[in-house]
Structures are given as C-alpha cells and as structure tokens.
C-alpha cells in the first residue's frame, strides 16, 4: 500500500505527536511505500523552505511554510505536491494529523479528495481554557473542520475517554475507531557518566519524581511546585523549555525551594538517564489539551511508576488505568499528589517495577491502523 501521511512537524522538531509520526511511519515502511509530508520547522526569517530526504525507508518532504499564526504554520504549496504524488502513483490513502488546519487545503484540491482520508485526531483545536484569542479563530476554523470530518472515511481517535468529551466528534461517531497511540522500545544506552550526572541531581532524595513537558499551561507544573514544598523529602525535576519558565523560576524562588529543579531542554542521553534513575513520573495537566500523554509511554517503557491527574476528558487516566503501575490523583489538588506519592512509593525506593502495558507498542498500533486501511481503500 502507499501512505501518504500529512502532518504538522517530525523530528528533530521535538514533541510526541511528532515522534510518534516518526515512529508510525518508519514501522509502516517496513510493509507499505510511505511519503510524509510536513511543515519544515527551519524557518529564514518569515518562511522556511522545501526540503527532501529519505531517513529508514520514509520519503520525508519538508515542504515550504509561513512562521506559525496562533501556533499553526500555513504550509505553501501543499496542493502541488500532493497533485504530483498522486499523478505519480504514490497515494493509495491520506492519513491526516489533526490539528493541522494547513490539511484544509486538501478539500480544495479534487484529486485528494478522489482518495481515501483517514484522519488521525490527536486532539481538539481548542479546549476549556484556551485563550480567547484562539477559541475566535476557532470558530472561523469550525465549519472547515466539520468539511474534513465529513470527507473522511475514518478517524482514529487514541481513546474512547477523549471521544466522550469531545463535540466535534460526537455528529461522527460512526467513523471513529479507537487505537491507542504507541512508541518505540527505547534502545538507547545509558552511559556511566549520564548516570552519574542523573544522581547527582537527584541528591539523597527520599522520592525521586520526574516531569518531562513543555512549560506552558495545560501541564500544570505550579502543582509540581506546591507538591514540593508540601514535601521536602521528595526531589521534583522538570524537563522541557516553554513560556512559562520564567512564572516557574519566580515561584521556586519566591517559595525558597531546593527541591525542585528546572532543567531546560536536554538531550536524549540524558533524559533517559534521568528516566532510569526515578522513583516515578509525574503528568499534573489540568486541560485536555493534554489529549494523551505520550511521555507516559516513554515512562512506562522505563518500567516507572506513573502519577497523573483524573482529568475528566484526557487519555491520560485511561493509561494509567491498563498499567500495574498507573496511579491518578485529584486534578489541581498538590496534597492528594503527595498522599499517593507517599502511599506508591516506599522510601529509599530500591524495586524493580514490571509494566503490563504490551499494547502500547508501535508495531501493535501499525497493525491496528493498517487494518483499518484495508477497509477504506478498494
């Protein structure tokens, strides 16, 4: 078969929706003819250029867009590439990565249309506490949105919790089929001085917890914050660059905290190291545009205890909920977060978990997804 997926960014640009594609499209490449059409996230000043290349198998395009508006790059040129796949032979199914409203274009465009859709719906465009600004613009997107909907002949949505709360899906549930996103067993190895550094940072903790996410608001690290004072016992890290460092930086500040430490961005190496090196991992979100949580996989894979929020609406309770080492906590509540690290983790921590996640694999999700293929294309 030949894939043709359309998504919003791949690696190096960092984030899970975009290593997952990576992920999704290197394992289907195993089997199928797969071209992955992109944003290039290189950006000259008010735009960034096409670029191509092959990495495992995949036909990578980058194609040319404008800097992001409200958080969305505005591809050019999409039609035309898409039109010469085609024309080529290429396209046997569209999978789209939503939201990504530069897919809009293809509704224009009669010979994308002439092919199967299979939209992949990551998450909603806005949710209970998007800006204001944003859920304007939503409105604008809305019936655009809907014409995609209508147009698809699935959707694949990661949980049916997310579907539940979700009004865009509701008019469509007869198109929606339920796979759990899924990853890569890490194969990286972990040097000594990696785990050396991880140590050194966790100090003599009692309870060690980990966070991994961009500093914005839907994840929540004010909780972390709290948490930590509340627990002086417990070493708090986070990982990840955001926004909202500065608001972090105060708060630790003002509240004359040593155990919570802010990393900024680090390389794979190392935050595997630290990963390793954990008691458990802490996912706080308060919105559901936390609609998943792939970084929980990567934990689980680390056979690490997990801590999330019991957001109504988010998959993230629903992944705790398949694991042996998934535990939820009152959303917005620091001292439930306390009594369940408390009460999950013994002090001086020194057991071996064992997950009982298998499904949550990448070769699994392909399988899924590729099944679901089959039933769209003639």
């Known amino acids: 078969m030949k894939i043709l997926h359309f998504g919003?960014?791949?690696?190096?640009f960092n984030g899970g929706m975009e290593i997952y594609l990576r992920d999704l499209s290197e394992q289907q490449a195993k089997n199928?003819?797969?071209?992955?059409?992109?944003?290039?996230?290189?950006?000259?000043?008010l735009t960034s250029p096409t670029e191509k290349e092959v990495i495992n198998h995949v036909n990578l395009i980058r194609q040319a867009c404008l800097k992001p508006i409200l958080f969305t790059p505005i591809m050019l040129g999409a039609n035309k590439c898409i039109s010469q796949l085609i024309d080529s032979k290429m396209v046997d199914v569209i999978h789209i990565s939503w939201p990504n409203p530069s897919a809009l274009l293809l509704l224009l465009r009669k010979k994308a249309r002439s092919k199967p859709w299979v939209i992949q719906w990551q998450s909603d465009m806005v949710t209970k506490n998007s800006s204001l600004l944003l859920k304007l613009a939503y409105q604008f997107f809305k019936p655009f949105e809907k014409a995609l909907l209508k147009q698809a002949s699935k959707i694949i949505v990661s949980t049916q919790e997310y579907y539940n709360y979700s009004r865009a899906l509701k008019p469509f549930k007869e198109k929606c089929s339920f796979i759990p996103l899924g990853i890569k067993s890490s194969e990286s190895?972990?040097?000594?001085?990696?785990l050396q550094w991880a140590h050194s940072l966790w100090e003599k903790a009692h309870y060690k917890i980990y966070n991994i996410g961009r500093l914005t608001f839907y994840k929540n690290h004010q909780l972390i914050i709290k948490a930590a004072q509340l627990l002086p016992d417990a070493m708090f890290i986070i990982t990840g660059t955001g926004e909202l460092k500065q608001?972090?930086?105060?708060?630790?500040k003002q509240q004359q905290l040593t155990n919570v430490v802010l990393t900024g961005s680090l390389d794979k190496n190392k935050l595997n190291a630290l990963l390793s090196t954990c008691d458990a991992f802490c996912l706080p979100s308060n919105d559901r545009a936390e609609s998943y949580g792939m970084v929980l996989l990567e934990a689980l894979n680390f056979n690490k205890t997990i801590l999330v929020s019991n957001l109504k609406g988010s998959g993230m309770r629903w992944i705790a909920s398949q694991s042996n080492l998934g535990q939820t906590f009152d959303c917005n509540d620091p001292k439930d977060l306390v009594n369940t690290i408390l009460k999950t983790i013994p002090q001086n921590n020194n057991s071996t978990n064992n997950a009982d996640t298998p499904f949550f694999n990448i070769k699994q999700c392909a399988t899924s997804i590729d099944q679901l293929y089959q039933t769209t294309v003639s």
């Open 247 to 252: 608001h972090l930086q105060k708060l630790i």
């Open 32 to 45: 199928h003819t797969v071209t992955t059409l992109v944003h290039n996230h290189n950006y000259r000043h």
């Open 8 to 12: 919003k960014f791949y690696p190096p």
């Open 189 to 194: 190895a972990i040097t000594k001085d990696d």
